[in-house]
């Protein structure tokens, strides 16, 4: 048993106390992944608690439940700040950067406390498979709010079509890593390679 709550209040007050000291992009960036830590505990509140109100399984809630709700945790925040503040796209992108990061940082950092840190290559998956994995996704919703707004396509169905694909990217990773084998081997590979690709399209719709 671990004290998630503890690990957060630990992990904040030195972030906190940096925000005194930045300004800018900087200071948001801290501050979204301070948000991003927050988020992945309540995601893992309310997945909890729907596991032991369904009792469908831990398995099961990884793969099905988990992807919905902590997915949901990263987007709302953003969609707020998405609506309320209109924010430039670099600005939008370093507040969901941020939020990825405080949020695979920590999961990962419960895991390990959870789990230990003997072998490096457990430690290694968590932060180049589950890590990435975090980012990858919260970046696919900025990649649609950023394409509804600069080519005013179609505005709700384009949000709902990103936060699906999104869910279903992180579900799919669950689902894979659960086995082990060749669908294994293929979920830890597959942030990084999502990650390329993004990185790539992202740097055209820059330019």
Known sequence: MIYA??????????????MFFL???????????????????LGAYVSGFI?????????????????????????LPLLFYFVMFAPEDDKLTHAALGMGAGFASYENI?????SGTESLS??????????????????TLIMGLIIVRR?????LESVIGALSLSMLFHGMYNLLVS???ISSIIGFSLPM???????????QLRS
Do not use: Q, W
Not at 5 to 18: A, G, Q, R, S, W
Not at 23 to 40: D, S, T
């Open 23 to 41: 300004r800018g992009n900087a200071n948001r960036f801290v501050l979204n992944f301070i948000l991003g830590m927050v988020a992945c505990l």
């Open 5 to 18: 709550e503890n690990i957060l209040l630990c992990m904040i007050i030195p972030l906190v106390l940096t």
């Open 122 to 139: 457990f430690v290694l998956v968590r932060g180049l498979a589950v890590g990435v994995m975090h980012i990858v996704s919260v970046f």
């Open 110 to 114: 419960c895991s390990m406390v959870s």
């Open 51 to 75: 596991d032991a109100a369904s009792g469908i399984g831990t398995e099961d809630t990884a793969v099905f439940i988990s992807p919905v709700v902590e997915e949901m945790m990263k987007f």
């Open 179 to 181: 086995e082990t084998g």
């Open 193 to 203: 390679v999502t990650a390329a690709i993004l990185y790539y399209f992202y740097r």
């Open 151 to 155: 080519f005013k396509v179609l505005r």
